[in-house]
């Protein structure tokens, strides 16, 4: 079939991500160029899309489907094979492939985000002990409530985690990309530098109090302890299932001015703006003992105890909508790549994937959706086709 791309894709999501791929810098020299780097990438986020996980299993795909390929893009050469593929993917520089990724997402889905969670998640058998690399550890931005990755950057290791969310954090702010929503992170990030940044992005943030700040958290301890009743807003709420049942007490009082204001003594944590104080008491029995845990957070945003609620929870969902599916579904923790920068970018390309399978919207899994594409390429392309708007 010749090629054709405007008239068949001329507003998808899909058409948004090639043009921007095409400015991603091409590491070979261009006379000895077989197999263009857009269609490389294509090709790599369509075998993910259809359930194949190495790249060995992406190139057998490519082949068995050439001509549904060549709907999109020429192809003259055919697909490569894996192990062509994987140095190629080897050598792509994974921050222009991140950079691209992000503004496919902002293009693509330009509602602004209301909740952004921060987290990162480590690819367990991506180390090399031979060369004493560490596993990759990529940080990753969630929309909670649209379920789409936003962004993503890796790091050496999990201690890493504050050099690259600053980092993220800028890429994400962009064209006024985090402009009134409200960014959570967990306790690594409760200091003023990130707290600060998240502010001049235009949003708001959310930070994880826990043990590794005992003094700030025995602080915040005290100001509910001493608080009067109507200082304090409350809201319960119940979650039953997998053999539990969870109540959740969640308190907050506005009484936050003292984290902003003057230090009292050489290195006391402040937050610029600290609006709301806030404690989750979790209450979990289960079928032989009950399990009571006590949370703290800080919030910019003037929130109750309801909106507050919400947001902590919506935190949570980056571990099951996005970590958890990327491990059981797309079985990224079994991944061994570890040449190059081919973990970092096959990461990128599962987020490509599991956006553009989230988003078709019909009632079967993500992991259903994966297999009915690999065997219908009318539904792959039902997929692939997501318009934007």
């Not at 602004?112 to 060369?131: E, F």
């Not at 599916?325 to 490509?352: C, P, W, Y």
């Amino acid at each position: 079939m010749p090629f054709a791309p405007d008239d068949v894709f001329e507003k998808s999501s899909l058409k948004i991500l090639l043009d921007h791929l095409c400015l991603i810098e091409d590491p070979r020299e261009p006379w000895r160029v077989a197999h263009p780097l857009c269609e490389v990438l294509f090709l790599t986020v369509c075998g993910t899309i259809c359930d194949c996980d190495s790249y060995e299993l992406i190139a057998d795909w490519g082949a068995a489907h050439l001509d549904f390929l060549r709907r999109y893009l020429p192809y003259y050469h055919g697909v490569p094979g894996g192990r062509w593929l994987t140095i190629l993917m080897n050598r792509i520089d994974p921050t222009l492939f991140s950079a691209a990724f992000t503004d496919w997402v902002r293009q693509t889905w330009p509602e602004q985000p209301d909740l952004i969670a921060i987290d990162g998640k480590t690819s367990r058998r991506s180390h090399d002990k031979a060369l004493g690399k560490p596993a990759l550890h990529l940080v990753s931005a969630f929309a909670t409530t649209a379920r789409l990755v936003l962004g993503q950057e890796a790091v050496a290791d999990k201690s890493n985690e504050l050099t690259a969310i600053p980092i993220l954090l800028e890429r994400l702010a962009e064209k006024d990309g985090l402009k009134g929503a409200l960014v959570s992170i967990d306790a690594i990030a409760t200091n003023a530098t990130i707290a600060t940044a998240i502010r001049d992005g235009g949003a708001d943030y959310l930070l994880a109090v826990k043990a590794n700040q005992p003094t700030l958290r025995a602080e915040i301890e005290g100001c509910f302890a001493d608080a009067l009743t109507d200082q304090l807003d409350s809201h319960i709420d119940w979650d039953k299932g997998h053999g539990r049942i969870e109540e959740r007490l969640v308190t907050i009082t506005r009484e936050a001015d003292w984290l902003s204001g003057q230090r009292r003594f050489p290195g006391e944590l402040r937050l610029p703006d600290a609006k709301t104080i806030i404690k989750v008491t979790a209450r979990c029995e289960l079928a032989d003992r009950c399990r009571l845990e006590t949370r703290y957070f800080i919030a910019s945003a003037t929130l109750t105890a309801l909106e507050a609620a919400k947001a902590v929870r919506g935190h949570w969902l980056v571990e099951n909508a996005l970590h958890w599916t990327l491990d059981v579904t797309f079985n990224e923790d079994q991944s061994r790549l570890r040449k190059g920068h081919g973990a970092t970018n096959m990461a990128i390309v599962r987020h490509f994937a599991l956006n553009l399978v989230r988003k078709i919207g019909d009632k079967r899994s993500i992991k259903r959706r994966r297999k009915n594409a690999g065997w219908d390429t009318g539904y792959l392309a039902k997929i692939l086709g997501h318009l934007a708007r």
